[in-house]
């Protein structure tokens, strides 16, 4: 199976819903609710046991998703994700040993940084896009508004409790290549087969442009 390049995962999505599956049955219709509000690409958490199941329903569900995993916190989170089929990989933090093993597994990744310092680090270990997290807290938009002089070279996808009023705020910045957002599909409409919303959430998302 061929996985996509970071390049192509980025000119798909302005948006990248954040997603954590509780229960198998939901997976499925979900992925179709995304799809069907035009969504290309969705990070799925690997946060419940059944994450890896689950981000094979929603692949087979909809197959033209680009479905990447995401909290990806260890050498062995990465390279069992790569295995089960993970299009790309997002971690909340970086570390040495998991960069490495997040770049040995070929994948396109998504590693997390919160400071110009980790920023910097992670750009020396070889990454070309790094996931600000968390965005809102760890100082939003005025923060990467001032790391874009002094790191000019480097790219974010900014996570982390960005509503789907300030996501245009973010996109609009120079060093912003995506976001990501749980307000796509937040936790009460999965649960609940809230599916229409999602689409109606999905196809806004789908809207906004860099």
Not at 33 to 53: F, M, Q, S, Y
Not at 118 to 147: D, H, N, S, T
């Amino acid at each position: 199976m061929t996985r996509p390049s970071l390049t192509s995962i980025i000119d798909a999505a302005s948006v990248i819903p954040v997603l954590t599956v509780e229960d198998m049955g939901t997976a499925a219709p979900l992925a179709k609710a995304l799809a069907a509000g035009g969504l290309k690409v969705i990070e799925l958490t690997l946060r419940t046991a059944i994450a890896l199941d689950a981000m094979k329903a929603m692949q087979d569900a909809a197959p033209d998703l680009i479905v990447g995993m995401g909290t990806v916190r260890t050498p062995e989170d990465a390279a069992k994700s790569a295995r089960e089929g993970a299009a790309f990989l997002v971690s909340p933090g970086l570390t040495p040993a998991l960069g490495d093993a997040m770049l040995a597994t070929g994948l396109a990744c998504l590693p997390g940084v919160a400071t110009a310092g980790e920023a910097m680090a992670a750009r020396e270990q070889g990454f070309e896009v790094l996931k600000f997290f968390p965005a809102e807290p760890a100082g939003g938009i005025a923060y990467l508004k001032a790391l874009a002089g002094p790191l000019p070279d480097v790219c974010f996808c900014p996570t982390g409790s960005i509503s789907r009023e300030r996501a245009p705020d973010y996109l609009a910045l120079k060093n912003v290549v995506c976001v990501g957002g749980s307000w796509i599909a937040e936790a009460k409409d999965i649960a609940s087969g809230n599916w229409a919303a999602i689409t109606a959430n999905a196809r806004a998302a789908q809207a906004m442009k860099r």
